[in-house]
């Protein structure tokens, strides 16, 4: 999984999870 920016990053594990 490729994460450019912290926020994006955390967003998207939080939408997985």
Same mark, same amino acid.
């Given at each position: 999984?490729? %994460?450019?920016? #912290? #926020?994006? %990053? =955390? *967003? =998207? $594990?939080? $939408? $997985? *999870?």
């Amino acid at each position: 999984m490729d %994460c450019l920016w #912290f #926020f994006t %990053c =955390n *967003k =998207n $594990i939080e $939408i $997985i *999870k």
